[in-house]
């Protein structure tokens, strides 16, 4: 009696051990990964994207679309240009997207490709998860020369489980900030362009071809 009192106990706790076994061989199997563009500037309308600076600040940074500085890299015809006078370093300030970005399935990592003439400051992404708390990550220094890529993980940093099985929620990139140093150089303004934006992501979970109701 008791010997079957024990198979029956072991039996109740290998079933749960084994499913996160599979699940956690399903978030490690990079078979599953896939990049995507995720913007390339190429069709973006400028008049979606809202500048935000403190309240007691009159100074705007010139954003606009620039066909000249293109990251050598990538085959680009445009990227996002930011140019910051003298006059406006110092300022931190964000760019929103009027319609975030919808970041689907399991996120992995964002990939950025980002022009700087050693503007003295950083660049952070703004994210948004399904429990809509605002996450601000950090891309990178600025206190560079030339073109560089930047790929930044956020599988850890956001909530990204479903609330309801079946029924996906998305995290949403929803702008960046630009947080610029004051210059002690003067009459010298900084440049800062981003080209091409990737997205690596795989699956949550691999559904059963004939629906919810198999999946087990």
């Known amino acids: 009696m008791l010997l079957s009192l024990i198979n029956k106990f072991c039996i109740l706790l290998t079933i749960p051990l084994l499913t996160n076994s599979l699940f956690a061989q399903e978030i490690k199997n ?3 990964k896939e990049k995507i563009l995720l ?8 008049n979606t994207l809202s500048v935000q600076i403190p309240a007691n600040t009159r100074y705007l940074p010139e954003i606009r679309l620039s066909k ?24 931190p300030f964000d760019v929103k ?18 022009y700087s003439n050693n503007a003295n400051g950083e660049l952070f992404l703004y994210l948004l998860d399904s429990k809509f708390q605002k996450h601000k990550i950090r891309i990178a220094s600025l206190n560079y020369d ?12 956001v909530f990204q489980s479903d609330f309801i099985l079946g029924k996906p929620s998305y995290i949403e ?12 150089t003067k009459d010298k303004e900084d440049l800062i362009a981003i080209d091409d934006i990737f997205l690596t992501k795989r699956p949550k979970y691999r559904l059963p071809s004939s629906g919810l109701e198999a999946f087990h």
Request: charge should be negative; aromatic fraction near 12%.
């Open 30 to 32: 990079s078979n599953f």
């Open 39 to 46: 913007e390339d500037f190429e069709s973006l309308k400028i």
């Open 68 to 91: 000249n500085l293109t990251s050598p890299d990538l085959q680009s015809n445009t990227s996002l240009l930011v140019r910051i006078s003298a006059d406006g370093t110092g300022i």
């Open 97 to 114: 997207f009027a319609k975030p970005y919808e970041l689907g399935g399991y996120s992995i990592e964002l990939e950025f490709h980002i």
């Open 146 to 157: 030339g073109w560089k890529s930047f790929k930044i993980p956020i599988a850890k940093e």
């Open 173 to 184: 990139f929803v702008g960046i900030q630009i947080n610029s140093a004051k210059k002690e």
